[in-house]
């Protein structure tokens, strides 16, 4: 389900709020005494459109000739970004930073350097208590400005103490720039690639991130340069299948806005996202207590009005709450129940179309994929795995291979033999083509060619040689991915017993709490 239109001017029309709309519409009218604007005229016709149609659109609008459509669109883009900038945001940080240094502006254009000065020093004040490094460095570039064009007189030893401010937030900004332009490359990789395939390539990762740390990165004390630092350690950890460490660093992002609670109004996003790897972390170490107490934490925070204010905050809850409660249906084993979501799940997926990044709807289809696999809906669980087949992306080889191996298993259950055989060469040659083979996935596809060709009476025997011969995986890192992708042995011990797959790993599920309580 990719976007359902690329023009930028209809999405942002479909992005707004009632409320939002009409202060458009008062803040256009305010500003001409053409009652008929065709400016309007166009915000109305592509309002009420559901898919951007621009032959639809002229005909809707024959005051509109096709020639001014391009730059009417154009001036439209601008005003509605105008009229939400003059929306009051008190919560927002950066707008409210970002008036007041308009403010400053104004009155150092009317000679007012000393009222100039003064509100920069209360805007210093807020990007100090945000840790606003950025515009920090702004603030002080104007105050030297204005101290080195004009005799203000407004302190003592003023140069030094600006040279000085100006030094210490320069580093801070270098630091924070590496450790952020760090995170960022590290999650790129996982993005394009998932996890690690080998052993070459979990100490690529490692090395890459000691060699771009900062120096004394243990040492650092502020909010930015710990967020990035934390987040760099979990990528690193999440690619190299060290979920342990991954849950350290996780727990310690979360932790950071528990010791530095006023940023959790400032980076709103970045507190969600560290909630959706801590989650990820416990559904990775089948920690299931932990999860359903993260999942409760981040529900209350999502009815909080911090999370509420825009469609962004809404839609990453939707997006990482949906993940978490999948994951702890496949950890119980209950994938029937799990299914009850998926009605749910799909409204929210075409509502929020315009704004949903390709990785998460791939992410979404081939977890609900598995949760019909699971309750033994193969057919279900085909169609979803073809939307992922199907749509031609460079993300995420590991999910494209997993669908694809998914896929054939699918097609066996339901004995699409003839099927099978060019299905085999075919997903065995593009996971060859993207180096993507790991030890369970040749043992699986041993079996599968072999499996065509042996007669009822021998399947079981073969199901019983592929479980001993899986089994030896287990304990290595890199095959990990393996198991948490697709539980091939709850798989093989489904068929070797005769039950249904979610019975067996809800039996086993009950075993563990057993052991625990």
């Given at each position: 389900m990719p976007n359902r239109s690329t023009d930028t001017t209809f999405q942002l029309i479909k992005s707004l709020e009632k409320s939002e709309k009409r202060n458009f519409k008062l803040y256009v009218k305010r500003n001409s005494a053409d009652?008929?604007?065709?400016?309007?005229?166009?915000?109305?016709?592509?309002?009420?459109?559901?898919?951007?149609?621009?032959a639809n659109l002229l005909r809707k609008t024959p005051s509109i000739a096709k020639q001014q459509l391009s730059n009417l669109k154009a001036h439209l883009y601008k005003s509605i970004l105008s009229s939400l900038r003059l929306i009051k945001q008190e919560d927002n940080i950066t707008i409210q930073l970002n008036e007041q240094m308009d403010f400053a502006r104004i009155l150092y254009n009317k000679g007012l350097y000393l009222q100039s000065l003064k509100v920069l020093d209360k805007m210093k004040e807020l990007a100090r208590q945000y840790e606003q490094i950025t515009y920090l460095q702004q603030i002080l570039f104007f105050e030297k400005k204005i101290e080195a064009l004009y005799i203000t007189r407004s302190m003592q030893d003023r140069a030094d103490k600006l040279t000085k401010e100006s030094v210490a937030v320069e580093e801070q900004l270098t630091t924070v720039s590496q450790l952020s332009n760090l995170s960022l490359q590290l999650y790129s990789w996982y993005i394009k690639n998932g996890v690690a395939r080998n052993?070459?390539?979990?100490?690529?990762?490692?090395?890459?991130?000691?060699?771009?740390?900062?120096?004394?990165?243990?040492?650092?004390?502020?909010?930015?340069?710990q967020l990035y630092l934390f987040q760099s350690h979990c990528w690193v950890a999440f690619i190299r299948q060290d979920y342990l460490l991954y849950y350290r660093y996780t727990q310690k992002w979360v932790d950071l806005f528990e010791k530095y609670p006023a940023m959790i109004e400032a980076e709103t996003a970045h507190y969600i996202k560290g909630m959706h790897n801590l989650m990820s972390a416990h559904f990775d170490l089948s920690n299931e207590a932990k999860l359903n107490e993260t999942i409760e934490q981040l529900e209350k925070f999502a009815h909080r009005k911090v999370a509420q204010q825009n469609e962004n905050y809404?839609?990453?809850?939707?997006?990482?709450?949906?993940?978490?409660?999948?994951?702890?249906?496949?950890?119980?084993?209950?994938?029937?129940?799990?299914?009850?979501?998926?009605?749910?799940?799909?409204?929210?997926?075409?509502?929020?179309?315009?704004?949903?990044?390709?990785?998460?709807?791939?992410?979404?289809?081939?977890?609900?994929?598995?949760?019909?696999?699971?309750?033994?809906?193969?057919?279900?669980?085909?169609?979803?795995?073809?939307?992922?087949?199907?749509?031609?992306?460079?993300?995420?080889?590991?999910?494209?291979?997993?669908?694809?191996?998914?896929?054939?298993?699918?097609?066996?259950?339901?004995?699409?033999?003839?099927?099978?055989?060019?299905?085999?060469?075919?997903?065995?040659?593009?996971?060859?083509?993207?180096?993507?083979?790991?030890?369970?996935?040749?043992?699986?596809?041993?079996?599968?060619?072999?499996?065509?060709?042996?007669?009822?009476?021998?399947?079981?025997?073969?199901?019983i040689t592929l479980l001993d011969s899986i089994r030896q995986y287990e304990g290595n890192r890199f095959e990990t991915r393996a198991f948490v992708y697709l539980d091939v042995v709850s798989w093989l011990e489904s068929k070797i017993e005769n039950v249904p797959v979610q019975d067996i790993i809800h039996n086993k599920y009950k075993r563990q709490k057993k052991t625990i309580a």
């Open positions: 009652p008929n604007l065709k400016i309007i005229q166009l915000f109305d016709a592509m309002d009420k459109m559901d898919e951007y149609d621009e052993e070459k390539e979990g100490d690529d990762a490692k090395e890459y991130f000691e060699k771009h740390l900062p120096k004394h990165a243990d040492k650092l004390t502020g909010f930015y340069e809404r839609i990453l809850c939707f997006v990482y709450l949906s993940i978490a409660k999948i994951n702890k249906h496949f950890l119980e084993g209950t994938f029937t129940q799990g299914l009850r979501l998926v009605p749910g799940i799909e409204e929210k997926l075409d509502e929020y179309g315009l704004y949903l990044d390709r990785h998460r709807v791939l992410t979404f289809y081939y977890k609900i994929a598995c949760l019909y696999f699971g309750s033994g809906n193969n057919e279900k669980a085909i169609e979803y795995l073809n939307k992922i087949i199907n749509w031609k992306v460079d993300l995420r080889t590991d999910l494209q291979c997993y669908a694809r191996l998914l896929h054939l298993i699918a097609h066996f259950e339901l004995g699409n033999y003839d099927l099978l055989e060019y299905l085999i060469k075919s997903v065995y040659r593009f996971m060859g083509k993207m180096e993507n083979l790991s030890g369970v996935e040749e043992e699986m596809f041993r079996f599968l060619r072999d499996a065509l060709q042996l007669s009822p009476a021998k399947i079981k025997p073969a199901f």
